[in-house]
C-alpha cells in the first residue's frame, strides 16, 4: 500500500525565516510526486510535479526537490501570504492516470 | 485560468438521505475525480472516470456511491443512503491526462454535513 509522511505536522515561522517541509514516501514504483498548497476551505492547488531521483523545480519562493524516498519543499524567506497547508501525494506506476495518495499535509503560519 | 466548479458549496441533509454533489470539469479534461477529506484527516481518493467509465475506485467507494457524467459537461457523484461518517469536504478534480504530464485541478469543494 502507497505511504505518504509529512513532517512537522505545523511549522511555524518568522517572515523571512526560511525553511524546509518533508514528506517521505513508499510506492511501488514512482511515477510521480506532487506538492500541492490548500488554504482553509478551498481545494488543493497544484504547486509541482517531480518524475525523478535529482528533479528539482521552482516557482518563487518555493523549492522542490526529490529523493527515492523522500521530497522537500524548501521556502526561501517566507513571507505570511505563505500560511498554508502543503500537501504531498504521490502516484504510483499503476497507470497514467492512476490514484493519487496523499500525506496529512504540513500547516504552515508565517509570522510578520 | 480555467477552473472547476462544484454546487452546492455546503450541503446539509438527513441520514439515509441522497445526495447529488455536482461539478464542471474544465471543458478540454478528459479524467475526472472525486475525492474527500474528512475534517482533520488526508485527502482520500474515492474514484476516476474516463471515457464514461469508473477506471479506478477505492475501497470507500462502495455500492452506496455512484458516479455519471449526464450531459457531456457535469460530473455528479451520489450517496444514495448518507451515513454520519459520510460528512467531509468533497473535492471533485479534472486533468487532461497526458501521460507526460499531470497536473490535477481541484475544484472549492462541497462540505457535505450529515445530521
Known amino acids: 500500500e502507497d505511504q505518504v509522511t509529512q513532517s512537522p505536522e505545523a511549522l511555524r515561522l518568522q517572515e523571512g525565516e526560511s525553511s524546509s517541509l518533508n514528506c517521505s514516501y513508499t510506492v511501488s514504483g514512482l511515477r510521480g510526486l506532487f506538492w500541492y498548497r490548500q488554504d482553509p476551505g478551498k481545494g488543493p492547488e497544484f504547486l509541482f510535479t517531480l518524475y525523478s531521483a535529482g528533479e528539482e523545480k521552482e516557482k518563487e519562493r518555493l523549492k522542490a526537490t526529490l529523493t527515492k524516498k523522500e521530497s522537500f519543499l524548501h521556502i526561501t524567506a517566507p513571507k505570511p501570504e505563505d500560511s498554508a497547508t502543503y500537501l504531498c501525494?504521490?502516484?504510483?506506476?499503476?497507470?497514467?492516470?492512476?490514484?493519487?495518495?496523499f500525506g496529512k499535509g504540513i500547516t504552515l503560519s508565517v509570522r510578520p | 485560468e480555467p477552473e472547476v466548479t462544484q454546487t452546492p458549496s455546503h450541503q446539509v441533509t438527513q441520514m439515509g438521505q441522497e445526495v447529488i454533489l455536482r461539478c464542471v470539469p474544465i471543458s478540454n479534461h478528459l479524467y475526472f475525480y472525486w475525492y474527500r477529506q474528512i475534517l482533520g484527516q488526508k485527502v482520500e481518493f474515492l474514484v476516476s472516470?474516463?471515457?464514461?467509465?469508473?477506471?479506478?475506485k477505492s475501497e470507500i467507494f462502495d455500492d452506496q456511491f455512484s458516479v455519471e457524467r449526464p450531459d457531456g459537461s457535469n460530473f455528479t457523484l451520489k450517496i444514495r443512503s448518507t451515513k454520519l461518517e459520510d460528512s467531509a469536504m468533497y473535492f471533485c478534480?479534472?486533468?487532461?491526462?497526458?501521460?507526460?504530464?499531470?497536473?490535477?485541478?481541484f475544484g472549492p469543494g462541497t462540505r457535505l454535513t450529515v445530521l
Open positions: 472516470f474516463y471515457n464514461n467509465e469508473i477506471s479506478e
Open positions: 478534480a479534472s486533468s487532461t491526462g497526458t501521460v507526460t504530464f499531470r497536473r490535477e485541478f
Open positions: 501525494a504521490v502516484q504510483a506506476n499503476t497507470g497514467a492516470n492512476s490514484k493519487l495518495t
